[in-house]
């Protein structure tokens, strides 16, 4: 079982920045696909970015492309989304995700709690 924690949410403003976090407590963080999802309030989770273990390169959402990064830190059993340029439509709770290695949220059997980002226009 793989636990995850996220940290980072908050409100900010229309062009700002947050970055989230997200620690894993498991002992094979490195070979661990490892997915940010989000889900607004009367929406369906909607895929963020994943970050395949082993090198096997990142994928982003296109409505995401160009403002977030996502990156891991295989020493602290930690990934990051840093997200710029925020806009409203951003506003969710963020999800940090585990196990999968595409877009499908029924593909990741592990899930944070989540964090809430609220993008004021």
């Known amino acids: 079982q793989v636990q995850l924690v996220e940290s980072g949410g908050g409100l900010v403003q229309a062009g700002g920045s947050l970055r989230l976090s997200c620690v894993a407590s498991?002992?094979?963080?490195?070979?661990?696909?490892m997915a940010w999802f989000r889900q607004a309030p009367g929406k369906e989770r909607e895929f963020v970015a994943v970050?395949?273990?082993?090198?096997?390169?990142?994928d982003y959402a296109d409505s995401v492309k160009g403002r977030f990064t996502f990156s891991r830190d295989n020493a602290k059993n930690t990934v990051y989304l840093q997200m710029n340029s925020l806009k409203p439509d951003d506003t969710a709770v963020y999800y940090c995700a585990a196990g999968g290695s595409g877009a499908a949220y029924t593909q990741y059997a592990h899930w944070g709690q989540g964090t809430q980002v609220t993008v004021s226009s």
């Open positions: 970050f395949r273990g082993s090198g096997n390169g990142i």
């Open positions: 498991t002992h094979s963080f490195s070979m661990l696909n």
